[in-house]
């Protein structure tokens, strides 16, 4: 037999060495995990709150999406989206109002804080446009209001007025 191909060869210590590398990046892996997953700025405790922080703000972005139920807090009264864009004026066939949440990610995940008694609440900047087919028609901002309840398990999305 050719030296290469002994049987007599010891590889005993090459295969510790490796086991040891192999369980040294699993733990090193491990720790970076557990830091990264405590320091993440979206991660909460579903148990105290109801649901997600993440959850929370998701529920949030779709009812804005949702102008025909999206409701304006005007004076004590609660006024749908779509009455309170067509005092200013009609909307034409084909117009749709859309109402989008302008914040960095970053600044929406600190907005959301947890409420007393346990759910969310968060307050951000919305602007309101009208769009007919191409044409953008913004009107403003208007100030966010959502809150999850964690008795209820209701997450709500009211608008207001400024200085309301």
């Known amino acids: 037999m050719s030296e290469h191909t002994s049987s007599n060869r010891h590889g005993g210590l090459g295969r510790t060495l490796l086991w040891v590398a ?8 491990s720790f970076v995990m557990a830091v990264t997953t405590r320091s993440n700025p979206i991660y909460s405790d579903r148990e ?3 649901i997600s ?17 999206l ?3 005007a004076g004590g009264q609660s006024l749908p989206l779509k009455t309170l864009v067509e005092q200013g004026s009609p909307l034409k066939p084909g117009d749709e109002i859309h109402a989008e949440l302008e914040a960095e990610p970053a ?3 600190r907005a959301a804080q947890p409420a007393e008694g346990g759910g969310w609440t968060m307050t951000g900047p919305v ?3 009208v769009h007919s087919g191409e044409r953008v028609n913004a009107l403003g901002q208007l100030p966010l209001q959502c809150s999850h309840d964690k008795k ?7 608008l207001s007025l400024p200085g309301q």
């Open 22 to 29: 192999v369980v040294l990046t699993v733990a090193l892996l």
């Open 48 to 50: 105290a709150n109801g």
């Open 53 to 69: 922080k993440y959850k929370f703000i998701e529920v949030c972005k779709e009812a804005l999406e949702d102008t025909d139920e």
């Open 71 to 73: 409701t304006v807090s």
């Open 107 to 109: 600044q929406v995940v």
């Open 127 to 129: 602007t309101i446009a």
């Open 152 to 158: 209820t398990g209701k997450t709500t999305a009211q």
